[in-house]
């Protein structure tokens, strides 16, 4: 049955469309950064569960135990995970630093021109 | 999903954060349902702990609440909805979750599998081909980590300068 | 949030039990879920609690900002030299099989060695990136009210 076979997939296609939503149509800066991380986090499910073995046991070798999960995709998941907070981070510094230059975090106030660099009259 | 649809219609940025850490618990629940210790070992700490403490931080420096957008986005929401059709038709092609015998798991990772405790003698097979067979993959990452470090100090190290708009006289 | 009795109670129990939940989790990585990039996130958490509660000052009389700025060079020059070693003892880079005898046991002791660096680096830098923001709020208090601050 195919539908059921994927649900997984098609969960995790909305939760990536809600992120990339958050990142596109809203104008603060913050959320922005907050929806870009949904979006990697619901990345990171989708390769988790192609990785999932049904029956099988999580990927640590013990007595007895025949059928193993893949570990690879969590090896790739985990580097992503700590390369995502990098980013978070440095995001985060800059938009500190944007918010400090210019007065404002939201898209539609930092789009324009503006007088606070221009030498004092 | 309802958690993810609320973090971002909330407009009260602080509650947008809590709502991120509950995003992040659930999905670190959903990768232990998915046999992933490692992963939900690591999503659990960082994206509810240290994710959501520097949005918190950030939120110290910023105003607390989003400005409001009258109407309903459009071109935003049709973007979206292109792309996740497009998504979705393309997921359709995916073999089906959980079997045997889907080509990721060829290749690879049944060597990794089967040699990982005989040659290694190190139960924990994501930690052994992270560390030793993948090693140098995870020097980059080391790196990557420094780097963000290094950016975040040039970044902030710099002494904020008084706004001009607090101040009636002018500086420099 | 010095004053505020349960939270006081309550982190004197549980730094502690963090910190040292850290190290298990980084040495054992080999035999159970883990590994350096965990136990440098949890590490870095018990410390971020610290400060949350007891102030940015006692937090850096702990760890003073000057060792973490070594320490976090050092975890990664740690992973470099490892790998540096493979190749002097005459294997490849970051082969970990010419460094003990016995080569599970290399093997075994590369890990344990790398994933130090790893656990070592990712700490210092989480706990450095907090700092700076932490340090920028009271920088900002401090440039908007310069007639408060002489």
């Known amino acids: 049955m195919e539908l059921l076979g994927h649900y997984n997939y098609y969960i995790v296609v909305v939760l990536m469309m809600i992120g990339l939503y958050a990142v596109i149509a809203r104008g603060n800066l913050v959320k922005k950064v907050i929806g870009l991380n949904i979006f990697q986090t619901s990345v990171f499910i989708l390769f988790v569960s192609l990785g999932k073995i049904s029956g099988a046991s999580t990927p640590v070798w013990r007595e007895g135990v025949e059928l193993y999960s893949n570990p690879l995709p969590h090896v790739l998941i985990l580097t992503a995970i700590v390369v995502g907070v990098a980013t978070t981070a440095v995001a985060l510094a800059l938009a500190v630093r944007i918010r400090e230059a210019y007065g404002s975090l939201d898209d539609d106030e930092l789009g324009g021109p503006y007088d606070q660099d221009d030498p004092a009259e | 999903m309802v958690v993810a649809i609320a973090v971002v219609q909330v407009r009260d940025l602080f509650s947008a954060a809590m709502l991120f850490a509950i995003y992040s618990l659930l999905s670190a629940a959903l990768f232990t349902v998915l046999d992933a210790g490692d992963v939900a070992l690591t999503e659990a700490a960082v994206g509810a702990g240290i994710s959501t403490i520097l949005i918190l931080a950030v939120l110290t420096l910023a105003p607390r609440h989003e400005k409001r957008h009258p109407g309903i986005n459009w071109p935003a929401i049709s973007v979206v909805v292109v792309t996740g059709a497009c998504l979705l038709w393309a997921v359709s092609d995916l073999p089906a979750f959980g079997q045997p015998g889907n080509p990721v798991h060829t290749h690879v990772a049944p060597y990794y599998i089967e040699h990982a405790y005989k040659d290694l003698g190190v139960p924990n097979m994501v930690a052994a081909v992270l560390a030793s067979y993948r090693s140098i993959d995870t020097f980059g990452e080391v790196i990557v980590i420094f780097t963000a470090g290094l950016g975040v100090f040039s970044l902030l190290s710099v002494r904020p300068t008084a706004r001009k708009s607090n101040k009636p006289e002018d500086s420099e | 949030m010095r004053e505020n009795g349960i939270l006081r109670i309550i982190a004197r129990f549980l730094i502690p039990l963090i910190m040292l939940f ?88 590369g890990i344990i060695l790398v994933e130090l660096g790893v656990g070592i680096t990712v700490a210092c830098v989480v706990m450095l990136i907090f700092t700076m923001f932490v340090r920028r709020r009271g920088e900002l208090g401090q440039a908007w009210h310069p007639e408060e601050h002489d």
């Open chain 3, 22 to 109: 850290a190290l298990y989790v980084q040495f054992h990585g080999d035999y159970s879920p883990g590994g350096g990039f965990q136990a440098g996130v949890l590490f870095a958490a018990a410390w971020i609690l610290f400060v949350l509660i007891y102030g940015l000052e006692s937090g850096l009389a702990v760890i003073p900002e000057r060792a973490m700025f070594v320490l976090s060079a050092a975890g990664a020059l740690l992973y470099g030299f490892i790998g540096l070693l493979g190749v002097l003892l005459g294997g490849r880079f970051l082969d970990f099989d010419p460094l003990l005898e016995n080569p599970k046991a290399a093997q075994q002791a």
